[in-house]
């Protein structure tokens, strides 16, 4: 699972979750939140030098004909992108959560940290999607399907692997059911337009999108 064509789509989504790890640690050991404003900088920064490290061997984000990627795929992948997020803000029953969100107050001193502000949804939008889907839907998804996963065209996916996707995709979220949703519908954009950038603009336009709802609204907790 982890080797050379593996480990440049495996490596940056595991630092992502290294520093999820480091922050859960400090804050048992007795840090307050405040204290760990910055570590999303430096999670995201490390992920970005990643992708930018391997970004030769991403031979899945060369960017598509028009025959796969023409207006309407984008067009579908922008319109899946806006209904994940509205099933996000509203898939929020008791027995569709698991845990606390930490959740990210970018207020500080009586003001708002824009810096923080513009890495946070940067990062969710722009880096996240491409770390995320390279991951799940690239790498995962298709080496359910066979170990030479590079060589498994999407539109040949069984469902059955969309789906197992899917529930772990959803499970790394506290808003799991939300997530397994969500991971449905980028598992079938790729499918259905054979190009991961159908996913990765779709997951982008739900993320940035939630950003700016979250600035609007001040929910914080859905950071």
Same mark, same amino acid.
């Given at each position: 699972m982890f080797d050379r064509l593996a480990l440049p789509r495996v490596l940056p989504f595991?630092?992502?979750?290294?520093?999820? =790890?480091? *922050?859960?640690? @400090?804050?048992?050991?007795?840090?307050?939140?405040?204290? @760990?404003?910055?570590?999303?900088?430096?999670?995201?920064?490390?992920? #970005?030098? +990643? =992708?930018?490290?391997?970004?030769r061997h991403y031979s899945e984000l060369a960017w598509p004909g028009r025959a796969t990627m023409g207006w309407p795929a984008i067009a579908w992948s922008v319109l899946a992108g806006v209904v994940?997020?509205? @099933?996000?803000?509203? +898939?929020?029953?008791?027995?569709?959560?698991?845990?606390?969100? *930490?959740?990210?107050?970018?207020? &500080?001193?009586?003001?708002?940290?824009? +810096? +923080?502000?513009?890495v946070r949804i940067a990062g969710a939008a722009l880096v996240v999607p491409v770390m995320e889907e390279l991951?799940?839907? &690239?790498?995962? #998804?298709?080496?359910?399907?066979?170990?030479?996963? #590079? !060589?498994?065209?999407? &539109?040949? @996916?069984?469902?059955?692997?969309?789906?197992? !996707?899917?529930i772990l995709f959803g499970f790394e979220h506290n808003l799991w059911f939300a997530g397994i949703v969500a991971g449905l519908a980028y598992g079938w954009l790729y499918v259905r337009f054979r190009t991961l950038w159908s996913a990765i603009i779709a997951h982008g336009v739900t993320n940035g999108l939630l950003g700016a709802w979250v600035l609007m609204t001040g929910q914080w907790a859905y950071w």
């Open positions: 595991f630092t992502y979750l290294f520093f999820i =790890l480091i *922050a859960d640690v @400090l804050i048992w050991a007795g840090y307050a939140q405040e204290q @760990l404003r910055y570590l999303y900088v430096v999670k995201i920064a490390a992920v #970005l030098a +990643l =992708l930018w490290c391997y970004r994940v997020l509205l @099933l996000w803000l509203n +898939l929020g029953a008791s027995w569709m959560v698991v845990g606390e969100p *930490a959740g990210f107050d970018p207020r &500080s001193g009586g003001g708002t940290d824009w +810096l +923080l502000v513009v991951f799940w839907r &690239s790498f995962l #998804l298709r080496w359910l399907q066979s170990p030479n996963f #590079l !060589t498994v065209d999407p &539109s040949l @996916l069984k469902f059955r692997y969309i789906v197992v !996707t899917a």
